[in-house]
């Protein structure tokens, strides 16, 4: 199995902040990586896939780069709508493994 | 609207089966590979299954192998996942998706049906 790790585990941050959660894969996964937002009782919601494809709909203050190994999802002008748990996922192999989570808080 | 549908869900003792259901509509529904994905309660995501649009092939993560069995019936829009031998383990919101074709992620979920194992 690929085991996707996320850092940080947590990140405060204040509306307007520009952030970053970084995802490491276990091994090489080219560009097979996705990203998703939930925020409390709702389902996730895809924000990048193919590490840098941007989801219809979702704003362009979110953005998203690496390949191989080592992924970024980086948020600029934080808004109140951002607030919530970040995952990324590996597209590339079964198990589909998410990583455990980034929560960002004010 | 594309939506997803889930039901199902409940208290079951471990051991025991419960079958949940999921009713995709606005989209063409055979042509897309769909998943269940699973959270326990205040954790993370894990992803559990996947089936092709045509039923023909099937994966799942080896903590439900012979365990859990998805299907779907293309004639009714509905993807199903058959739970047995159920595990406290196994308590979770599970939500279906849909993936955007070559596994590039999952694009719409549903709002998830709760299964609960305990005695």
């Known amino acids: 199995d690929i085991q996707m790790t996320q850092s940080p585990s947590s990140l405060s941050a204040s509306v307007g902040d520009r952030v970053t959660i970084t995802c490491r894969a276990g091994?090489?996964?080219?560009?097979?990586l996705s990203w998703y937002l939930q925020t409390p009782g709702r389902a996730p919601k895809l924000l990048i896939y193919?590490?840098?494809n941007l989801q219809n709909g979702v704003p362009s203050r979110f953005s998203g780069s690496g390949s191989g190994t080592d992924f970024t999802l980086t948020i600029s002008d934080l808004q109140p709508e951002d607030f919530g748990t970040y995952y990324c996922?590996?597209?590339?192999?079964?198990?589909?493994?998410f990583g455990q989570g980034t929560k960002l808080y004010i | 609207e594309v939506q997803l549908l889930e039901s199902g869900g409940g208290l079951v003792q471990p051991g025991g089966s419960l079958r949940l259901s999921c009713v995709a509509s606005?989209?063409?529904?055979?042509?897309?590979?769909m998943s269940w994905v699973r959270q326990p309660p205040g954790k993370g995501l894990e992803w559990v299954s996947a089936?092709?649009?045509?039923?023909?092939?099937?994966y799942y993560r080896d903590s439900v192998k012979g365990r859990f069995t998805i299907s779907r019936d293309n004639s009714k829009n509905t993807l199903h996942m058959q739970l047995n031998s159920l595990r406290l383990e196994d308590t979770a919101t599970y939500y279906c998706?849909?993936?955007?074709?070559?596994?590039?992620?999952?694009?719409?979920w549903g709002h998830g049906t709760t299964v609960t194992v305990s005695s």
């Open positions: 998706a849909k993936w955007i074709p070559n596994y590039f992620g999952l694009d719409v």
């Open positions: 606005g989209f063409t529904f055979r042509t897309y590979t």
């Open positions: 089936i092709s649009g045509s039923g023909a092939t099937t």
């Open positions: 091994r090489s996964i080219s560009s097979y």
């Open positions: 193919f590490a840098s």
């Open positions: 996922q590996q597209t590339d192999i079964t198990p589909y493994n």
